[in-house]
């Protein structure tokens, strides 16, 4: 229990790193003399770095032990905020972010595998519902105090507190995440290659999970911006606005991380999210009815989101102890092509056609995930050993 209460910590103080600037894309922009795009390739340079190392990370963990690659990517995801907040100009602000992304890749893989070790399949739902909850209250309470705590300290202020608290939550993994032990790591070194885990199922899994990152990301980041740019609010209304928000997206992983050990199949209550998600995408961003009526959208939006991620986690982490670290690994890779897609592809979107285009987008990309998370269905051999 200790070792999942520091990994739910750690991974809300990671994942705040990562989207901490959100709030700030239009001051940021200013102050360093850049556009929106320029905001949207510092996000990309995140997630293309976080993807790639996400590669390899995961497998690395399965032979060297989670703990090592736990506190590089810990480290990795302090100095990012710190880094940018120091920055003057882009190329600066872009290696911070390359860093962080770095950091990022190397932990949120390893952290979801060392929580699925912990856990037997029945109770891993669970488990990875209160994961991911740590990464929505880096939404609900993380992007929100950050947003508020800019308005006394300024945007860089707060993103350089972001990073000392990461070092504190690096120094809990130390002190309750165990060591590899040497006959531990000889069972890794001589298990499967997770390229021999690639199967159709397992594909339509990540590429459904690649889906849902985009539905997310895409609110997740420029929810601010849009809120922003319709209804023109302060950063104090914004914080309270994202925070209410965000408060859907911790309801939704708690319901489906219950849900997520209950049902009988999975990949239905995925595949379920996925579409609802998708239809909320078009009233989401393409009405502006007031701005309280558009936060309570967004509630509702990123409740339906996050029911399913669990469901999604857990079916992707039925593998062997030997190569979990490698397949979520792989997984955190596809989850990035997502961020990718709504940061990078999203902000040039939004920069020349407008929200309602990315609105539509993402729409078609709640539909394509459903479907994916349908054709993801574990065989009936493998759902008789626990929920498919």
Same mark, same amino acid.
């Given at each position: 229990?200790?070792?999942?209460?520091?990994?739910?910590?750690?991974?809300?103080?990671?994942?705040?790193?990562?989207?901490?600037?959100?709030?700030?894309?239009?001051?940021?922009?200013?102050?360093?003399?850049?556009?929106?795009?320029? =905001?949207? *390739? !510092? #996000? &990309? @340079?995140?997630? %293309?770095?976080?993807?790639?190392?996400? $590669?390899? +990370?995961? /497998?690395?963990?399965?032979?060297?032990?989670?703990?090592?690659?736990?506190?590089?990517?810990?480290?990795?995801?302090?100095?990012?905020?710190?880094?940018?907040?120091?920055?003057?100009?882009?190329?600066?602000?872009?290696?911070?972010?390359?860093?962080?992304?770095?950091?990022?890749?190397?932990?949120?893989?390893?952290?979801?595998?060392?929580?699925?070790?912990?856990?037997?399949?029945?109770?891993?739902?669970?488990?990875?519902?209160?994961?991911?909850?740590?990464?929505?209250?880096?939404?609900?309470?993380?992007?929100?105090?950050?947003?508020?705590?800019?308005?006394?300290?300024?945007?860089?202020?707060?993103?350089?507190?972001?990073? =000392?608290? *990461? !070092? #504190? &939550? @690096?120094?809990? %993994?130390?002190?309750?995440?165990?060591? $590899?032990? +040497?006959? /531990?790591?000889?069972?890794?070194?001589?298990?499967?290659?997770?390229?021999?885990?690639?199967?159709?199922?397992?594909?339509?899994?990540?590429?459904?999970?690649?889906?849902?990152?985009?539905?997310?990301?895409?609110?997740?980041?420029?929810?601010?911006?849009?809120?922003?740019?319709?209804?023109?609010?302060?950063?104090?209304?914004?914080?309270?606005?994202?925070?209410?928000?965000?408060?859907?997206?911790?309801?939704?992983?708690?319901?489906?991380?219950?849900?997520?050990?209950?049902?009988?199949?999975?990949?239905?209550?995925?595949?379920?999210?996925?579409?609802?998600?998708?239809?909320?995408?078009?009233?989401?961003?393409?009405?502006?009815?007031?701005?309280?009526?558009?936060?309570?959208?967004?509630?509702?939006?990123?409740?339906?989101?996050?029911?399913?991620?669990?469901?999604?986690?857990?079916?992707?982490?039925?593998?062997?102890?030997?190569?979990?670290?490698?397949?979520?690994?792989?997984?955190?890779?596809?989850?990035?092509?997502?961020?990718?897609?709504?940061?990078?592809?999203?902000?040039?979107?939004?920069?020349?056609?407008?929200?309602?285009?990315?609105?539509?987008?993402?729409?078609?990309?709640?539909?394509?995930?459903?479907?994916?998370?349908?054709?993801?269905?574990?065989?009936?051999?493998?759902?008789?050993?626990?929920?498919?």
């Amino acid at each position: 229990m200790f070792l999942l209460i520091s990994l739910v910590l750690a991974t809300y103080f990671g994942n705040g790193s990562a989207i901490a600037m959100t709030p700030f894309l239009l001051d940021i922009a200013r102050d360093l003399n850049a556009d929106l795009s320029a =905001m949207g *390739v !510092l #996000l &990309a @340079a995140s997630s %293309v770095t976080w993807g790639t190392v996400s $590669l390899f +990370a995961g /497998a690395i963990s399965d032979r060297l032990g989670r703990r090592p690659v736990l506190l590089v990517g810990l480290a990795g995801l302090a100095l990012s905020p710190l880094g940018l907040a120091a920055s003057t100009v882009v190329p600066v602000a872009f290696v911070a972010r390359v860093i962080g992304g770095f950091g990022g890749g190397a932990f949120m893989g390893t952290a979801f595998a060392a929580a699925s070790d912990a856990f037997p399949t029945a109770e891993r739902g669970r488990a990875l519902g209160w994961m991911i909850t740590g990464q929505s209250i880096s939404l609900v309470l993380g992007v929100p105090l950050v947003a508020y705590l800019a308005s006394f300290v300024g945007w860089r202020g707060a993103l350089a507190f972001q990073g =000392m608290a *990461v !070092l #504190l &939550a @690096a120094l809990l %993994v130390w002190l309750t995440v165990p060591g $590899l032990p +040497a006959r /531990a790591r000889a069972a890794a070194a001589a298990g499967p290659s997770v390229w021999s885990l690639m199967t159709p199922r397992v594909l339509a899994l990540l590429t459904a999970n690649s889906m849902e990152r985009f539905c997310y990301g895409g609110v997740a980041v420029y929810l601010a911006t849009y809120l922003t740019t319709s209804y023109g609010v302060s950063l104090e209304v914004l914080a309270v606005g994202l925070g209410l928000v965000a408060l859907g997206n911790l309801c939704g992983n708690f319901v489906g991380g219950e849900l997520s050990d209950r049902l009988r199949s999975r990949t239905a209550l995925s595949a379920v999210s996925l579409l609802v998600t998708g239809l909320l995408a078009l009233p989401l961003l393409l009405w502006q009815p007031g701005l309280w009526v558009s936060v309570a959208f967004g509630f509702v939006y990123t409740v339906a989101n996050a029911i399913g991620r669990p469901s999604l986690m857990a079916g992707v982490s039925e593998v062997s102890n030997e190569a979990r670290g490698a397949l979520l690994g792989v997984n955190m890779t596809f989850a990035s092509f997502g961020w990718l897609g709504s940061q990078a592809v999203g902000g040039w979107i939004i920069t020349t056609m407008g929200f309602p285009v990315f609105g539509a987008i993402t729409a078609a990309c709640g539909v394509v995930g459903a479907l994916m998370a349908v054709a993801g269905r574990m065989p009936s051999r493998e759902a008789a050993q626990g929920p498919a």
